[in-house]
């Protein structure tokens, strides 16, 4: 299994330009999620999904959009990028949502530079 | 204030020593406490959960103090192999969203 990946694992755009991340998961999973993580910040969740077809907000959704239409990818959108979303994206998958079933898998990261 | 809080360090420590980390939430409705660990430039894994009475996985220990709002993670006889960022998190709210500290840094010296 390859669990959790992400394509591109770096980018670099210039302000307002677009593009997507792409997340995969091989586990089957129900839920996924989008995070960012800044220096000192820890990771901050954009947006998720609990199915193949719903998504929901995050703390930091602005700027960004999302897709599930198949169970097992979640694209992560950003339409007009800007210096602030220069970040490491991170997505990751669990099983189920609550309790001590909650493991998230994570996958490597993309790194996004926006310039 | 923020809702985890956790000492960024780094906390540089000889191998074979023991090291405690510490970290605060502020909901006190906070229902479930996890740690995990983030190699530089990796992704985060789980280390552990914490359960209320405490609990243990070889050399490693976590703590729940409920009344003082902080968990904690003992590192005993510790590796160059334990160098990583150790990051806090904690489940609290309806959604069950996993709210993540800063990380703790753990460099581990020969």
């Known amino acids: 299994n390859a669990g959790v990946t992400q394509t591109p694992k770096f980018r670099v755009l210039k302000t307002g330009q677009s593009m997507t991340l792409l997340c995969a998961q091989d586990m089957n999973h129900e839920y996924m999620y989008w995070y960012r993580q800044d220096p000192g910040m820890g990771l901050r969740l954009i947006h998720y999904s609990v199915g193949e077809g719903t998504t929901a907000k995050g703390e930091v959704p602005d700027g960004y959009n999302v897709s599930r239409l198949k169970k097992q990818n979640f694209l992560l959108g950003l339409e007009s990028a800007a210096p602030s979303q220069t970040s490491v994206y991170f997505c990751?998958?669990?099983?189920?949502?609550?309790?001590?079933?909650?493991?998230?898998?994570f996958g490597p990261g993309t790194r996004l530079t926006v310039l | 204030r923020k809702e985890v809080e956790q000492d960024p360090g780094p906390f540089n420590v000889p191998e074979g020593a023991t090291v405690a980390f510490n970290c605060t939430y502020s909901n006190s409705a906070s229902q479930s406490f996890f740690w995990y660990r983030q190699d530089c430039r990796k992704e985060p894994k789980l280390l552990m959960s914490?359960?209320?009475s405490g609990n243990e996985d070889g050399r490693f220990t976590a703590q729940l103090n409920r009344a003082s709002q902080y968990i904690s993670l003992l590192i005993r006889d510790s590796k160059l192999s334990d160098s990583a960022t150790y990051l806090c998190?904690?489940?609290?709210?309806?959604?069950?969203?996993?709210?993540f500290g800063g990380g703790t840094r753990l460099m581990v010296k020969p």
């Open positions: 914490v359960y209320s």
């Open positions: 990751a998958s669990s099983y189920s949502l609550a309790g001590s079933y909650n493991e998230q898998f």
């Open positions: 998190v904690v489940i609290y709210g309806a959604g069950n969203m996993l709210t």
